[in-house]
């Protein structure tokens, strides 16, 4: 190992390492720069008109201001968000094919399917979060329970006589629902419905009389529904009277969905960094805060690093609501 000979072979190696990986570092750098150098293509994988279409619609127009590029926002729904990934996650790794990732296609599909096309975290390169949508409990209002440790009380004191409605199997409110009842010791039965709109019409009705939801808004504030918390750390905006879970009564509580940009495997780190940083300038800016605080929403933003720990503790966490609750896989 004293051989000047492969002393000097090793340093030649070294350098020649570090010349490499400040040559792509630079690339990196400079390919951040020089994007972009076309349109760029926000994948929605959920149907045109819902709410991942609508806030990313709303990020596409401040993001093309930025870019002076269009930003095209393409629907390619399915499979709870899966088949819109998939698409993304085989694009060219070049930063002109975004997808607008939910907890459903990042999260919970895993824990939920058991064939995924994708791997949710190796498949994808974490960009940035890009809102938070809390759920709100929410009640018919014959149900005799004025705030959430009455409605933990009345649901106790009648096993399996309520019932809460989602927009799905597998859905976060579902899934909200089964936490719910986990932490709160409760025997709420789950109904499931194809959306949110029949769920809410049935809920509006008393055929079911409880619901985790973010479509109730309208009617709380009309008196038909009655908000009793909401489900994410901080009160809402839309309804700032209303307590969330831990106030109310139930201490760590938390069931959030949210969405967020991804890049296929592979987009240079640099590129999205400065996607990241662009994505949290338009995300600040007072008419998207305000579009996403009167759909009940959160503006939110992160980094690559940040998202990427993020999605690692999200599937964690709705992989045991799935397994504890019994959610069937498909």
């Known amino acids: 190992m004293n051989d000047p000979t492969h002393r000097s072979h090793f340093r030649r190696r070294s350098t020649l ?154 859905t976060t409110p579902h899934l909200a629902g089964e936490l719910f009842n986990t932490q709160a010791g409760t025997r709420i039965a789950h109904v499931p419905y194809k959306g949110s709109a029949p769920m809410l019409a049935d809920l509006l009705g008393g055929q079911v009389q409880v619901a985790f939801d973010n479509t109730v808004i309208p009617n709380i504030k009309a008196g038909k529904l009655r908000g009793l918390a909401v489900t994410g750390p901080v009160r809402l905006a839309a309804v700032a009277d209303l307590p969330t879970a831990a106030e109310a009564g139930l201490p760590g509580y938390e069931a959030v969905g949210w969405m967020g940009l991804y890049a296929p495997k592979g987009t240079p780190m640099a590129l999205r960094m400065r996607l990241a940083q662009d994505t949290a300038r338009a995300a600040a800016t007072p008419e998207f805060v305000a579009r996403m605080e009167g759909l009940g929403f959160q503006a939110r933003t992160n980094s690559p690093t940040e998202f990427d720990t993020y999605l690692k503790s999200e599937q964690q966490k709705w992989a045991k609501v799935v397994k504890d609750a019994g959610v069937p896989q498909e």
């Open 17 to 170: 390492a570090i010349l490499i990986g400040g040559l792509a570092l630079s690339m990196g750098a400079l390919n951040a720069q020089e994007w972009p150098s076309r349109p760029v293509r926000i994948v929605v994988p959920y149907p045109a008109g819902g709410a991942v279409d609508i806030v990313t619609r709303a990020l596409a127009d401040r993001l093309s201001a930025q870019w002076r590029q269009p930003v095209v926002v393409e629907n390619k729904a399915g499979a709870g968000g899966v088949i819109g990934a998939d698409s993304v996650s085989k694009a060219t790794p070049d930063g002109h094919t975004l997808v607008m990732a939910t907890v459903s296609s990042h999260a919970i599909a895993p824990a939920v399917y058991r064939k995924m096309p994708y791997d949710a975290a190796a498949d994808f390169g974490a960009i940035s979060l890009v809102a938070l949508t809390p759920y709100i409990i929410t009640v018919h209002p014959d149900v005799p329970a004025a705030n959430l440790r009455e409605l933990i009380a009345h649901a106790k004191a009648n096993p399996g006589k309520l019932n809460f409605g989602s927009s799905g199997t597998g």
